[in-house]
């Protein structure tokens, strides 16, 4: 209780010094912080009832930080409140598990469509098929996280499922030492993102021989901004995968600078149901190493990038030319 006070009266403070203006606090400790701790030492129980207790249209950064342990809950940042940072403690992994299948709107684990979220140090998982081994449920969709606002980060997390694990719907972010696990589009949506030294684990191996796909990005449109970038990424685990299928037909997703094992199947990008227009597809691969990353039997019409759209889309600018990053109290850069 009482770092509960004291942070709010550096908050405080720093509404003295700023005024009135919106305004983002930069360093670790300017935001008042509340506790989420399941044995009662906290103000709060449970994840969401401490999301609850934020005022809507939020304009201050606020840190939730969460006690270690497994959370049986469904958890939602509504479009309302943005600014908040969603924090595990230290001292021992935050596990989010819930199990709603069947709709990739209503039955994800872990949903934000509030700009400007953060989250470090969480484990989301759509238990309904994870883990795939011995799992007696057929296999369905099972969202683990969805992400709908702008601005938001994901810092040392993980989002574990089988199928449609992380709908990277909309807005830019980026991801950082996250490992991202499933078999069947895995990483799908239209989101602008990137993700940085990331752990891609592959299931399919439960897949019963079907190959499955990382990626099915949804770019609809030529002007389109969005693409999914893996940079530094690792790509590993069992079973066949292609990197990726179209989700809609402008799709563009890029593996940079990454390793792949050899759960990578030799074609790598599959057309799907958009057979014919794979001229107006984006799919590509540079300095990429690895079992899985040789391109001697990839699909004749992956992308060969220009130096330029490389550039654009290996870039920090690429989701963040303003400077938003740096601006959130968690410094993603150093
Ligand atoms: C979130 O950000 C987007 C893009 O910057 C903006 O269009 C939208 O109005 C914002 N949403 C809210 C609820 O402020
Ligand atoms: C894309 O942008 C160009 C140039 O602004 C415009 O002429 C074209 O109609 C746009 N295409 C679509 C599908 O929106
Ligand atoms: C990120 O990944 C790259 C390539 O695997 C590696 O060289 C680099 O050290 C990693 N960065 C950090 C901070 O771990
Ligand atoms: C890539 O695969 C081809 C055919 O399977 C093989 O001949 C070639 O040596 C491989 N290249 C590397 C760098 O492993």
């Known amino acids: 209780m009482s770092s509960f006070f004291f942070n709010f009266f550096i908050f405080f403070l720093g509404i003295i010094e700023l005024g009135n203006a919106k305004f983002h606090f930069k360093g670790q400790k300017k935001y008042p912080t509340v506790y989420v701790d399941p044995s009662g030492h906290?103000?709060?129980?449970?994840?969401?009832?401490?999301?609850?207790?934020?005022?809507?249209?939020?304009?201050?950064?606020?840190?939730?930080?969460i006690k270690p342990g497994q959370y049986r809950e469904q958890v939602k940042i509504p479009r309302e409140k943005p600014y908040i940072y969603l924090k595990g403690d230290k001292n021992g992994e935050v596990i989010v598990t819930w199990d709603a299948h069947g709709s990739i709107d209503t039955d994800a684990t872990f949903t934000t469509e509030a700009n400007n979220t953060i989250v470090e140090s969480i484990t989301f998982i759509n238990s309904y098929n994870y883990p795939p081994k011995r799992n007696k449920?057929?296999?369905?969709?099972?969202?683990?996280?969805?992400?709908?606002?702008?601005?938001?980060?994901?810092?040392?997390?993980?989002f574990l499922g089988f199928q449609d694990t992380l709908w990277d719907v909309q807005g830019r972010?980026?991801?950082?030492?996250?490992?991202?696990?499933?078999?069947?589009?895995?990483?799908?949506?239209?989101?602008?993102?990137?993700?940085?030294?990331?752990?891609?684990?592959?299931?399919a191996g439960a897949l019963n021989g079907l190959i499955g796909y990382i990626t099915a990005h949804g770019r609809e449109n030529v002007n389109d901004t969005s693409g999914f970038v893996f940079k530094n990424?690792?790509?590993?685990?069992?079973?066949?995968?292609?990197?990726?299928?179209?989700?809609?037909?402008?799709?563009?997703?890029?593996?940079?600078?990454?390793?792949?094992?050899?759960?990578?199947?030799?074609?790598?990008?599959?057309?799907?149901?958009?057979?014919?227009?794979?001229?107006?597809?984006?799919?590509?691969?540079?300095?990429?190493?690895g079992m899985g990353s040789n391109t001697s039997k990839r699909v004749l019409w992956?992308?060969?990038?220009?130096?330029?759209?490389?550039?654009?889309?290996?870039s920090l600018s690429f989701i963040d030319n303003e400077g938003w990053i740096v601006k959130q109290p968690l410094n993603v850069l150093k």
């Open 42 to 65: 906290g103000k709060f129980v449970t994840i969401q009832s401490a999301i609850d207790s934020i005022p809507q249209n939020n304009q201050y950064w606020i840190c939730i930080i």
């Open 137 to 158: 449920h057929p296999r369905v969709v099972a969202v683990a996280v969805v992400i709908s606002g702008d601005k938001c980060v994901f810092y040392k997390c993980k």
């Open 173 to 203: 972010h980026y991801f950082k030492f996250c490992t991202i696990e499933g078999a069947v589009d895995f990483i799908f949506g239209n989101g602008k993102s990137i993700y940085e030294n990331c752990t891609i684990s592959v299931n």
């Open 233 to 289: 990424c690792n790509v590993i685990g069992n079973g066949q995968i292609f990197l990726g299928r179209p989700w809609r037909q402008y799709a563009r997703v890029l593996f940079y600078d990454s390793s792949m094992s050899n759960v990578i199947t030799p074609q790598g990008w599959d057309v799907g149901v958009f057979g014919g227009k794979e001229k107006q597809l984006t799919f590509a691969e540079e300095r990429c190493k």
């Open 302 to 314: 992956k992308a060969i990038l220009s130096k330029h759209e490389l550039q654009h889309l290996i």
